[in-house]
């Protein structure tokens, strides 16, 4: 990977602390990896304003987030996969799309209409996808309906998102926001900026979507954090509710996808679970906030990466695949009665957590 180093567009942001533990983190990562290969590629299906679509998810190798460089957030294991040097030319980063291409061709039957391109860090920052394949990449899906692409809101700006805009597809930017509360982005992940800076970037969206010829659409895409370090279950849980609400309420914004944290490689979060101080959500957790939630304007969907392993969300092992199941279901549906259908006797313990769990004495239970 990318040596972290603390360049000037990071410093005096996130926590000094945090960025110093990170860097040594992430430091005991050597291994390579090849520029001209995607990082990974899946098809699957995904709720849009539009309805339920095919998508092919693409998460390009770059040389990296830049902040996670620097240190970065807390739980984040992404850049640990970055290839070495920084940086990832044109040619390869097309080679990477290709290869993508390819794996549609091979196991999907027709086209997706719904593209998602991932860097682990920001696809709108030039320094790691620059403008000349951002725009050749806009023109290699010119003929799908919808693409979503990543970024910190820094980057989010109406010219870029009109590169994608002006082929006729419905662009959407997805941003790690992680909690629309201020304190826990900066203290529990570690990350700099404000929801102010999240409501900038949804504005630019918003005059992207103006300016959009015809039927084109722009948006805003939010993705959340439920339980980074040092939250007990239960604030953690409140945060998420506070958090969607607040984002539902942003014009702009139109989805809202909590993700469950897990425990990745190479991060402060990682050393914490092996110390016997950090147990990823319960699945009940989820499904209460997806219920809580599910009468807010905007489509809230969840994808529990790892669920009903020790490193990822999950309940007692026997209810997993059940639960994961039902948040699937309401992902495509937003119906909440699909919780209605799962029950285990677990239920009893997580409600006993979140009674009793308290940021002093986590986790209470493994």
């Known amino acids: 990977m990318s040596t972290p180093t603390p360049e000037v567009y990071e410093q005096g942001k996130g926590m000094d602390a945090h960025n110093q533990v990170m860097r040594e983190i992430r430091s005991r990562k050597e291994a390579s990896y090849d520029p001209h290969e995607p990082t990974r590629v899946w098809l699957d299906e995904d709720n849009t304003p539009d309805g339920v679509k095919r998508s092919l998810t693409i998460i390009l190798n770059t ?19 970055s290839v070495d040097g920084g940086s990832v030319s044109h040619d390869a980063l097309m080679d990477q799309i290709d290869v993508c291409l390819a794996h549609e061709d091979d196991n999907a039957e027709a086209p997706a209409e719904l593209i998602k391109i991932y860097t682990s860090g920001s696809f709108l920052d030039e320094r790691e996808v620059g403008a000349e394949t951002r725009r050749a990449i806009a023109e290699t899906f010119a003929d799908r309906e919808r693409i979503v692409v990543e970024s910190l809101p820094d980057f989010v700006d109406r010219e870029k998102i009109a590169d994608f805009t002006q082929h006729g597809i419905d662009t959407d930017v997805a941003i790690g926001l992680e909690t629309a509360t201020d304190r826990v982005r900066h203290d529990c992940v570690n990350k700099y900026f404000d929801f102010a800076d999240f409501e900038a970037a949804c504005a630019e969206a918003a005059v992207a979507n103006a300016d959009a010829d015809g039927d084109t659409e722009a948006g805003i895409k939010a993705y959340l954090l439920m339980k980074p370090p040092f939250l007990a279950e239960s604030e953690a849980v409140e945060d998420m509710i506070s958090s969607i609400e607040r984002c539902a309420d942003v014009e702009g914004c139109h989805t809202v996808s909590m993700n469950p944290c897990n425990v990745q490689r190479y991060t402060m979060v990682d050393d914490l679970y092996f110390n016997d101080g950090y147990r990823p959500p319960w699945l009940w957790s989820v499904a209460h906030v997806l219920e809580e939630t599910a009468d807010v ?26 639960v994961q199941k039902a948040i699937k279901d309401f992902d495509l549906r937003q119906d909440p009665t699909v919780f209605e259908q799962v029950s285990c006797e677990c239920e009893t313990t997580w409600e006993t957590v979140m009674e009793q769990e308290t940021s002093y004495n986590m986790p209470l239970v493994r």
Not at 63 to 81: I, K, N, S
Request: proline content about 4%; some cysteine.
């Open 63 to 81: 040389g990296g987030c830049r902040w996670a460089r620097a240190g970065g957030c807390t739980m984040c294991g992404y850049v640990a996969e």
């Open 297 to 322: 304007d905007a489509i809230v969907v969840s994808d529990p990466v790892g669920h009903g392993s020790d490193r990822g969300p999950h309940n007692c092992t026997e209810c997993d695949d059940l």
